[in-house]
């Protein structure tokens, strides 16, 4: 069963940055799709960007597009998400999943549970 934990979220003031880590266990990490959801109070998850599992290619949500960064390191068993210009509208619970499908699908089966990143000044 693989284990997914996140880690890096924070109060960062408009305009900072941060770097989200999700680590992978329990499964063969070259085997997954890695992405990043979040969820702000009162509205619906959304996806923010995923890594594919064997070509890195990169997904990103229009709103994130050029400020956010994702990556992986395959020895680590770690997915990365590197954001710049925070908004506070960027503020949301964080969450990675995996999946073995594809970035473009919908079945992301196993989840971490959550970082809090908040923006505010």
């Known amino acids: 069963q693989v284990q997914l934990v996140e880690s890096g979220g924070g109060l960062v003031q408009p305009g900072g940055s941060l770097r989200l880590s999700c680590v992978v266990s329990?499964?063969?990490?070259?085997?997954?799709?890695i992405g990043w959801f979040r969820q702000a109070p009162g509205k619906e998850r959304e996806g923010v960007s995923c890594?594919?599992?064997?070509?890195?290619?990169?997904y990103y949500a229009s709103s994130v597009k050029g400020r956010f960064t994702i990556s992986r390191d395959n020895s680590k068993n770690t997915v990365y998400l590197q954001m710049y210009g925070l908004k506070p509208e960027d503020t949301a619970i964080y969450y990675c999943?995996?999946?073995?499908?594809?970035?473009?699908?919908?079945?992301?089966?196993?989840w971490g549970q959550g970082t809090q990143v908040t923006v505010s000044s």
């Open positions: 329990g499964a063969t990490f070259a085997d997954y799709h």
């Open positions: 999943a995996a999946t073995r499908s594809s970035c473009t699908g919908t079945d992301f089966g196993s």
């Open positions: 890594i594919s599992r064997h070509d890195g290619m990169q």
